[in-house]
């Protein structure tokens, strides 16, 4: 994967630095952590410089958010309570107020959300997603997530210039982190997972089977 990052640069400078973050915001699994510090690299070696690394990272970044925040507006508000309203969804747990919940939630907290996680592993593409969805207009989402965008791409590429041949340690030290989120995300998940279960499934379950034992 690096030599076709690599090769991506090399041979289309910053519309391949915009190409390749641009990706990465729209499918998560690529690693910004891999070609930022590659990118800043490359303004030691070739005529590309740091501010026109992170100017065309940055806006690979913004227009990458747009289409996560456009699939984000199509699964609205109404759409979700409707579909967590089915029958199987409650027997999950799940209630319709719990989306009505958080959508007023990220209304209140968004911006803030939107700019911290942007500086994130792991979630600050997909941050993208539930600023759509509580319909977060589109100027600030565009301001919170150029801010945050340009916060980490500057961080990653301007340590990638300053390591210059020995960046693969900056990819390394960032890929560490990552994996850190990684981990504190799975643990977050399990326990939620778990508390789920607990006072959401089955007393559900209990509920559906006390019902239909009472129809009887």
Known sequence: MEDVF?????QFGYIGVWFLIFFENVFPPIPS????????????TTDLTL???????????????????????LLSRE????????RPMRLLGFKPEDISSAVDWFDRKGQ????????????????????????????????????????????????????????????AQAEWVSDIVKYVIIAIVVV???????????????EQKDGGGQQR
């Open 112 to 171: 803030v959300t939107v700019l911290i996680c942007r500086c994130i592993p792991v979630v600050r593409s997909l941050i993208s997603i539930p600023a759509g969805t509580a319909k977060m207009g589109v100027v600030r989402f565009s301001l919170y997530t150029l801010v945050g965008s340009a916060v980490w791409n500057s961080v990653l590429c301007s340590l990638g210039a300053a390591a210059g041949s020995a960046w693969e340690t900056v990819t």
């Open 33 to 44: 952590e891999l070609i930022l510090p590659l990118s800043g690299f490359f303004t030691t």
């Open 6 to 10: 690599t090769n991506l640069i090399s």
């Open 79 to 86: 759409r979700l309570m409707t579909f967590f309203g089915t």
């Open 192 to 206: 939620a997972v778990i508390f789920w279960v607990v006072k959401r499934i089955i007393p559900a379950l209990r």
């Open 51 to 73: 501010p026109g690394v992170i100017i065309a990272a940055t806006i690979g970044s913004i227009t990458g958010a747009y289409i996560l925040y456009g699939v984000g507006r």
